[in-house]
């Protein structure tokens, strides 16, 4: 009984942690789940609509075709970076002189903050005073973001492999770092061929980091807002405009508290959701290749 | 399966100044167990690196069957290879594994697939064919790791370095036996290094001991352990080592260094100077009679018929000695010492086998 008691008491240790995680976490969440079953006319003025929001969002044509840029976007850098990060890890030297000093240079894009890298390629692509801009202007391709949804997308794109390939290149190199050299003995004596060492041993040994790249990338590129923000501003038309920079014009823009509120609960659901599936699909068939 | 021979092999690992392999000369026969022996940072796993075709030596020839291989890459050569600790493919089944490296050299599915149900047979592993090797026990795993490289039949060489290190004491001996076997029936001819000269003088036909990176001694293991040809030998084999007495040599007799001392051996072809007189424990008798060693202690080590046997140690002046005898022992007898075998060694090296 004593001990039972004694116990029970540990839980007080915790206690600071639950405030701080409720004062910063759950309480401003459950704030904005509050806000999305209500309409909110002025502090004192407020409906109990219950999911009247949630519907208008799920129908709102603008948000499902935010949505659905939202995904070609996550899908269009994850294909991208995922590979390109492996083959640039591939190709870095193990050790050497120079493997450091290129390790940094890869860090360098992950150091910049967000909005300064959007206006670097906001600069970068400009027809006028841009160097890409400028030079593809040279070799005869009229080259404007600005106007162009094809050439925003593009610019877009560019812009997010060259400030996230580095986090994969790292986490690669590190995963690649880690295996044994005796792995690729072994496969040399075995007649290993290139492609079979990549396939058997180095694929399943980067597994792990693999795993937390996607997830991480998956996560990031589906929140992201400041780069397009201060690039395109969403632009030209619509067609650069995903879920959070719609959101931030309905909450902050034209302060609508309820279908904003609701949003961000269909936004965080959908993030999660994304990253749950692809999480347990890699945990599941981790678990039935071992068997 | 073929004859190995090393001429006068040296390595030096790029941007070193002193070679950690320096005029390597061995001869492994054709179908034999052989094993290298010697302490961490002897040059072992380097000398299994240039067998193996992963480095290539500094000066020297490496010759399988009378062919140079020393410029031949691992990928080139026809030689197994077991590590330290089980390298498997991950994601492949064992059997995927097992037939890994005869699938790279162009069999046939179905006859590769045969030849690892053989071996898997011979090492009891043929329950396990799909399993992922995540699942299996360290033990399980490097029987694996044997069976393929077990699994070609037209390789030059087995090499395993340190095969039993990452396996738990209770089943070595039986991973042993099983490379004995497979090694035998095969008629392989296997390279096994190791640090556990138990391992070494049960395994193999023959044994290299090494140290500081040459062989100081290559021979059957009751050679190595009865004439070692130098004092690291003796000392370094057997359990205890050798233990060794100062002696001089006067007008061809030896004489342990030391008062009153009696003659340890005449007619001896050395010239007179200083010695060391290596010899085991248990080549050492001693006598109760008065001689000029004096008992300091005694350790009981078991009965025999009645009487004890036990472990004496015994002092000349700053000499010591230790030796098995039976019966009751106090300290402060003064004893005499036979040596029924002893060893001869000047400086470094042995010159005489009495």
Redesign the interface.
């Known amino acids: 009984m004593d001990k039972s008691i004694q116990n029970n008491r540990a839980w007080l240790g915790v206690l600071p942690v639950l405030l701080v995680v409720a004062f910063s976490a759950v309480v401003p969440l459950m704030t904005v789940v509050n806000y999305s079953v209500q309409d909110i006319l002025d502090v004192n003025t407020r409906f109990f609509v219950g999911f009247d929001w949630y519907r208008e969002t799920l129908a709102d044509p603008r948000l499902q075709s935010a949505l659905i840029r939202q995904l070609g976007f996550s899908a269009i850098v994850l294909l991208i970076e995922i590979p390109l990060g492996i083959v640039i890890a591939l190709a870095l030297p193990r050790d050497g002189p120079l493997t450091a000093s290129l390790l940094l240079l890869f860090a360098v894009p992950l150091l910049i903050p967000w909005n300064v890298v959007g206006t670097i390629w906001q600069i970068f692509a400009r027809g006028d005073i841009g160097l890409l801009g400028v030079a593809l202007g040279e070799i005869g391709i009229v080259f404007n973001y600005a106007a162009d949804p094809a050439h925003a997308w593009i610019t877009l794109v560019a812009m997010d492999i060259w400030h996230w390939t580095s986090l994969v290149v790292l986490l690669a190199f590190a995963g690649l770092s880690s295996i044994?050299p005796?792995?690729y003995?072994?496969a040399?004596?075995?007649?290993?061929?290139r492609l079979?060492v990549f396939r058997?041993?180095e694929?399943?040994?980067l597994r792990g980091v693999l795993t937390i790249a996607v997830l991480l990338r998956l996560m990031d590129s589906l929140m992201i807002y400041t780069e397009p923000f201060v690039l395109t501003g969403g632009g030209p038309g619509n067609s650069t405009t995903f879920l959070s920079q719609y959101l931030a014009t309905k909450a902050v823009g034209q302060f609508d508290l309820g279908p904003a509120a609701a949003f961000s609960v269909i936004y965080f659901l959908v993030v999660l959701l994304l990253c749950w599936i692809f999480y347990t699909s890699v945990v599941r068939k981790k678990a039935a290749?071992?068997? | 399966m073929a004859e190995i021979v090393l001429e006068n092999v040296s390595y030096t690992y790029p941007g070193e100044s002193a070679p950690t392999l320096a005029g390597l000369n061995l001869t492994i026969e054709h179908g034999r167990a052989h094993a290298l022996l010697g302490a961490s940072g002897a040059g072992k796993t380097t000398m299994l690196n240039l067998l193996s075709g992963l480095l290539h030596p500094s000066s020297g020839r490496i010759l399988f069957d009378g062919v140079d291989v020393s410029l031949l890459d691992a990928r080139a050569r026809d030689v197994a290879l077991v590590f330290q600790f089980p390298v498997l493919y991950e994601s492949l089944s064992v059997i995927e594994n097992l037939v890994f490296p005869l699938m790279n050299r162009g069999w046939q599915r179905t006859d590769a697939v045969s030849r690892a149900v053989e071996i898997s047979t011979e090492l009891g592993i043929e329950g396990i064919h799909d399993a992922k090797p995540a699942v299996l026990s360290l033990f399980q795993k490097q029987l694996v790791a044997i069976g393929k490289s077990l699994m070609r039949d037209d390789v030059d060489l087995v090499l395993l370095d340190e095969p039993l290190t990452a396996v738990e004491p209770s089943i070595k001996w039986r991973l042993r036996q099983t490379l004995t076997r497979l090694q035998q029936s095969h008629g392989l001819t296997m390279v096994y290094v190791t640090h556990d000269q138990t391992e070494a003088l049960t395994f193999a036909e023959e044994v290299s001991v090494m140290a500081r990176g040459t062989i100081l001694q290559t021979g059957k293991p009751v050679d190595i352990f009865q004439s070692p040809n130098c004092r690291f030998v003796g000392h370094f084999i057997g359990s205890p080592g050798m233990q060794f007495v100062d002696c001089d040599v006067a007008d061809r007799t030896a004489r342990l260094t030391g008062h009153n001392s009696d003659e340890v051996a005449v007619a001896l072809d050395l010239p007179n100077g200083h010695y060391q007189l290596g010899a085991r424990v248990e080549w050492v008798r001693v006598r109760r009679e008065p001689g000029s060693w004096q008992v300091q202690g005694s350790t009981i080590l078991g009965t025999e018929v009645g009487e004890a046997r036990v472990l004496l140690t015994l002092t000349m002046g700053d000499q010591k000695l230790q030796a098995q005898a039976t019966g009751k022992w106090s300290v402060g007898d003064n004893v005499n010492v036979i040596f029924d075998r002893f060893i001869l060694f000047d400086d470094e090296k042995a010159v005489v086998n009495g």
Do not use: C, F, N, T
């Open positions: 044994a005796a792995y003995q072994a040399a004596l075995d007649g290993a061929s079979q058997y041993i694929l399943p040994k290749d071992d068997v």
